[in-house]
């Protein structure tokens, strides 16, 4: 049973940097996809960046590669997403994730499919303003 605990939300100015951390526990033994979503008001939740912990392979969404990345912190079992050069449309839920998997394809797959998803924090907040 893998559990997720998100921290790190709060306001943000456009053009600033936030820190998104997910204390993970129970994954220890396997092969997982480890992943960042999101859900803006009134909108879908969308899939932000996805690590697989085998190969420590990263997949990002298109239209947010180059200002996220994912880590996968060991020491201290922290899935974290660094953020830059907010903009107010950044403002959503942010979940953190995670699925069992035997590849990468899995987890690529897996960020443009949130039902692939198995287990689920319960989100932190980051509110973007102009």
């Known amino acids: 049973q893998v559990q997720l605990r998100e921290s790190g939300g709060g306001p943000a100015q456009t053009g600033g940097s936030l820190k998104l951390s997910c204390e993970l526990s129970?994954?220890?033994?396997?092969?997982?996809?480890l992943a960042w979503f999101r859900q803006a008001p009134g909108k879908e939740r969308e899939g932000v960046a996805i690590f697989f912990t085998s190969t420590e392979s990263t997949f990002y969404a298109d239209s947010l590669k180059g200002r996220f990345t994912i880590s996968l912190d060991r020491a201290t079992d922290s899935l974290d997403l660094r953020m830059n050069s907010l903009a107010p449309e950044d403002t959503a839920m942010y979940y953190c994730?995670?699925?069992?998997?035997?590849?990468?394809?899995?987890?690529?797959?897996?960020?443009?499919?949130?039902?692939?998803?198995?287990?689920w924090g319960k989100g932190t907040l980051v509110t973007v303003s102009a």
């Open positions: 129970g994954y220890y033994y396997g092969h997982y996809c």
């Open positions: 994730a995670a699925n069992v998997a035997n590849s990468g394809d899995t987890c690529r797959a897996s960020l443009i499919d949130k039902e692939k998803m198995t287990w």
